[in-house]
């Protein structure tokens, strides 16, 4: 059985709108991960068994090692179908803002957002939400958003109208979001949601094959030219890996390539924190993805150094700047925070 981590009220009340709602859109944030993909299209699964008109729309593309997901073939990216994805949020009854906390992390399709007249839910497990929402059903405590549209669904009475191809969306949010279960998983309530999930006929060895075994050949020389580059900081139990828009080029880089590289350097014996600094190649910046073991708060430091947040081992943020003064404000991080990297 699972605790009832989410107040009664918020349930009872957005159970109200969903039995009235007939249009419903679901929202995820810009560059959209396992999460974002797997609990948008667990809730659009979800909305399709109870016979509602439900659309997912995420700001720009997600990765390819996502496209098999039951559904993702119907996801609209608002950088290309911008004016019918805005016809869909003015018509919609209800919009579920999933796995994001700030109507900054949709970039250009936060206005549509906030001017439309539905009502507004959000379910994140990001910290400190913004108010934008009616309802909010925020855990950071939780594991991934995909857990805790789990628990939503079941919490408002509808486990058995789970079906196998949702039940595999969730997962692998909830897979993907935890570094396949190796870190924030520490709670054993998310093994009886696997069990549960398997339960619905999910094969989640298939699924894991699925995100981390299909790249490509480049990405595999990428990945060794990425760790050839990288720089350990040993006396302070860090290491930072980069990469530039030219070598993107060079080998022949697509979205979700660069995934799981900042993982790697926390294989290196006593390391205690991973940065990786990447350009974007859409907008003049620097995307940072930051892993860290133990207690360090490498949320703490993203928010601090990078305008980022994000989970006390896995944050995020961004950077105006060129790659050199990323590099620069990193070290400066580093130094900041070394009591707490012993």
């Known amino acids: ?70 559904g993702s073939k119907d996801i609209l990216c608002y950088d290309r179908y911008a004016e019918f994805a805005d016809k869909l949020l003015q018509e919609a009854d209800v919009i579920c803002c999933a796995d994001f906390n700030s109507l900054k992390r949709i970039d250009r399709m936060a206005a549509a957002v906030e001017a439309s007249p539905a009502r507004k839910i959000l379910i994140d497990h990001h910290p400190y939400p913004e108010d934008f929402c009616r309802i909010v059903i925020s855990h950071p405590e939780i594991s991934s958003t995909s857990e805790l549209v789990f628990r939503l669904i079941c919490r408002m009475g509808y486990f058995n109208e789970i079906t196998r191809q949702g039940a595999a969306c969730i997962y692998t949010g909830m897979m993907t979001d935890t570094g396949s279960f190796t870190f924030n998983s520490n709670n054993p309530e998310i093994y009886y949601i696997i069990s549960q999930l398997l ?40 290491a930072l890996i980069t990469l530039t828009g030219e070598e993107q080029k060079r080998f022949s880089y697509i979205r979700g390539d660069s995934e799981g590289f900042v993982n790697m350097p926390l294989s290196i014996r006593n390391m205690r924190l991973s940065c990786f600094l990447r350009e974007d190649t859409e907008r003049p910046m620097i995307k940072v993805s930051l892993r860290s073991t133990g207690k360090f708060p490498c949320n703490q430091l993203a928010a601090e150094f990078f305008n980022g947040g994000g989970h006390l081992n896995a944050s995020g943020g961004e950077f105006s700047g060129t790659m050199e003064e990323a590099i620069r404000v990193y070290e400066k991080a580093i130094e900041k925070f070394a009591p707490l990297l012993k």
């Open 1 to 70: 059985m699972l605790t009832k981590v989410i107040d009664q009220a918020p349930i009872d009340h957005f159970t109200k709108w969903f039995n009235r709602a007939e249009k419903i859109v679901i929202v995820s944030h810009t560059s959209p991960d396992g999460d974002a993909i797997g609990s948008s299209l667990g809730l659009w699964h979800f909305f399709n068994s109870q016979e509602k008109v439900a659309n997912v729309i995420v700001p720009n593309a997600f990765p390819d090692f996502l496209r098999w997901m039951p």
């Open 199 to 238: 339960s619905k006929g999910i094969d989640k060895d298939e699924i894991y094959r699925k995100v981390y075994n299909t790249y490509s050949e480049s990405r595999f020389r990428l990945m060794g030219y990425v760790l050839t580059q990288m720089k350990v900081y040993p006396e302070r139990h860090a």
